[in-house]
């Protein structure tokens, strides 16, 4: 089995968010891709098959299956890329299909995804109060024009806007607790950010639901959040960036677009870093 390791979403060719990238003739037993990924040790190992029209994909964690992967799609872009050429591609997952296009940029890949329709629906008091204080947060610490909730895109998001940049940087939760509650609400991360500007997001994305303490990149996440600020009536840009994994030393950037059409597909696009050895 021919393991590619890539970094997606990297910044000036540092960073990223690395994934593994499985291209098989068959789809490998369930036991053997959860195997896999745990040897491979990122946040999400991607696994594709060749299918008429596209190519079938489904995505591991070290301790779980996770629906949907922003990040190891955007690496599963520039595998194809290797193997195939340039282009476009379709993915077929558990639930619905995707596209991807990629182009050649220098010795690495540019990669578009058009993720999955989107919805949100804003999170209950209750369960709000449970995560900030597992978060170490106040209610002061929120920016009261982006109400929490929970975001789709694939997979579901909590989505916390925080009031100031620092506040974020010190993000920091009880991992055990925050694990057990996005396993019961099946919330993939639980992404905090900060909104700089109408064009600017900076993001740090927990992801104890994956046995993992932080995400530096999170695409499925990313698309989630345009869904959810197209929900609010955001009067931001509708051409955003995202700056994730600075505070953990592993700088990443996202872009995003997305259309006024509530519920349309969103489109996340970063470039790739291959990852020696």
Known sequence: MNILKIAAFSHNN?????????????????????????????SETAFLTPVEGGWRVRYFSPEREVPFCGHATIASGAALAKLSGTGEYRLFLNEGEISISVEADEANFNVALQAPRTWSKIATTDLVDTILGLFHLTRADLNPDFPVSIAFAGARHLIIVLNDRNTLANMNYDFDAVKSIMLEQDWITISLLYNESDTLFHSRNAFAFGGVVEDPATGAAAAALAGYLRDIDWQGEDKFEILQGFDMGTPSRLLVEYSPAKGASVTVSGTTRNIPG
């Open 14 to 42: 540092t960073g990223g968010n690395p994934a593994g990238v499985v291209l098989d003739d068959e789809m490998p037993a369930d036991d053997v891709m959860l195997r896999v990924a745990a040897d491979v040790g990122y």
